[in-house]
């Protein structure tokens, strides 16, 4: 007698269906702290997250140094790919902040110091601060000033009233701040809105735990990832180590054809314990 030995979850994330088309999106994730290991990436898992539970399908994540060419050749290529863009890093006050500067580069805008931002920058930091934004002031009140300075086509969202940064849009790049805690908090703010003006739809994830092992589950999942294909479902195989298990994830954005596709990997699966 054989033993049913895969073990069946199924999540699934909705969102009003818009458009029959899936927004696509790139990550540009700007610092030399992270190419050189001295700081951990957490932002990217976050936007990874969010963006499979709102529909949205990131299909490439960047890494650049804080160089005015390379952050601007980069959101050029990803710009003209995607139907979205997300930048996190490189918004500060000092000397190697420079992203609000190569976005406008790179796109053939110039700087301007935006006032809401600068208002909301003094009222948020108080009188208290050592250094508050001041375009014409001392050197430390000019550094402050310069997280105010955006591309002059920049549309501004405030996404919190707490928080006076906000994201900078230009054109279908969108700028994000680096610090993990405040990239996450203004993420989840501003994305779901995002995600209902793109048409976005949901994305449903459903998984299949074996003790099966990959060189003998190669073949099945081939052939069905075969037969799913063409309704937009697709396999993935993630070995456990050290556990013995596999985990096989099933994504698609029809509950039914995942749910079908799960089901039937199950059952195959269960003939080959």
Same mark, same amino acid.
């Given at each position: 007698?054989?033993?049913?030995?895969?073990?069946?979850?199924?999540?699934?994330?909705?969102?009003?269906?818009?458009?029959?088309?899936?927004?696509?999106?790139?990550?540009?994730?700007?610092?030399?702290?992270?190419?050189?290991?001295?700081?951990?990436?957490?932002?990217?898992?976050?936007?990874?997250?969010?963006?499979?539970?709102? +529909?949205?399908?990131?299909?490439?994540?960047?890494?650049?140094?804080?160089?005015?060419?390379?952050?601007?050749?980069?959101?050029?290529? &990803?710009?003209?790919?995607?139907?979205?863009?997300?930048?996190?890093? +490189?918004?500060?006050?000092?000397?190697?902040?420079?992203?609000?500067?190569?976005?406008?580069?790179?796109?053939?805008?110039?700087?301007?110091?935006?006032?809401?931002?600068?208002?909301?920058?003094?009222?948020?930091?108080?009188?208290?601060?050592?250094?508050?934004?001041?375009?014409? +002031?001392?050197?430390?009140?000019?550094?402050?000033?310069?997280?105010?300075?955006?591309?002059?086509?920049?549309? %501004?969202?405030?996404?919190?009233?707490?928080?006076?940064?906000?994201?900078?849009?230009?054109?279908?790049?969108?700028? &994000?701040?680096?610090?993990?805690?405040?990239?996450?908090?203004?993420?989840?703010?501003?994305?779901?809105?995002?995600?209902?003006? &793109?048409?976005?739809?949901?994305?449903?994830?459903?998984?299949?735990?074996?003790?099966?092992?990959?060189?003998?589950?190669?073949?099945?999942?081939?052939? %069905?990832?075969?037969?799913?294909?063409?309704? +937009?479902?697709?396999?993935?195989?993630?070995?456990?180590?050290?556990?013995?298990?596999?985990?096989?994830?099933?994504?698609?954005?029809?509950?039914?054809?995942?749910?079908?596709?799960?089901?039937?990997?199950?059952? &195959?699966?269960?003939?080959?314990?």
């Amino acid at each position: 007698m054989k033993t049913l030995c895969a073990r069946v979850r199924s999540t699934t994330r909705a969102l009003t269906q818009k458009s029959s088309q899936t927004p696509t999106a790139a990550f540009c994730v700007i610092g030399d702290e992270i190419l050189s290991g001295t700081t951990q990436d957490t932002n990217t898992r976050t936007l990874a997250s969010q963006c499979f539970s709102l +529909g949205i399908n990131l299909q490439k994540i960047e890494i650049v140094p804080d160089s005015r060419a390379s952050i601007g050749a980069s959101l050029v290529q &990803l710009s003209h790919a995607h139907t979205v863009v997300f930048t996190s890093g +490189g918004i500060g006050p000092t000397h190697d902040d420079i992203t609000y500067e190569a976005v406008a580069r790179a796109f053939g805008d110039k700087l301007a110091y935006h006032s809401e931002t600068l208002q909301r920058m003094r009222r948020i930091m108080g009188d208290t601060a050592r250094a508050r934004p001041d375009p014409n +002031g001392t050197s430390a009140e000019r550094a402050c000033a310069r997280m105010a300075l955006f591309p002059q086509s920049a549309r %501004v969202t405030f996404v919190d009233d707490k928080l006076w940064v906000p994201v900078v849009q230009v054109q279908n790049v969108h700028v &994000l701040p680096g610090i993990p805690r405040l990239f996450a908090r203004m993420t989840h703010a501003y994305l779901p809105e995002l995600a209902a003006e &793109l048409g976005a739809r949901a994305f449903v994830r459903a998984e299949v735990e074996t003790r099966v092992s990959e060189s003998v589950l190669a073949p099945v999942l081939e052939r %069905v990832q075969s037969e799913y294909a063409s309704r +937009g479902v697709k396999l993935g195989s993630y070995p456990q180590w050290p556990s013995p298990h596999t985990l096989v994830s099933v994504v698609g954005q029809s509950p039914k054809d995942v749910h079908e596709c799960r089901d039937k990997l199950a059952l &195959l699966l269960s003939d080959l314990s």
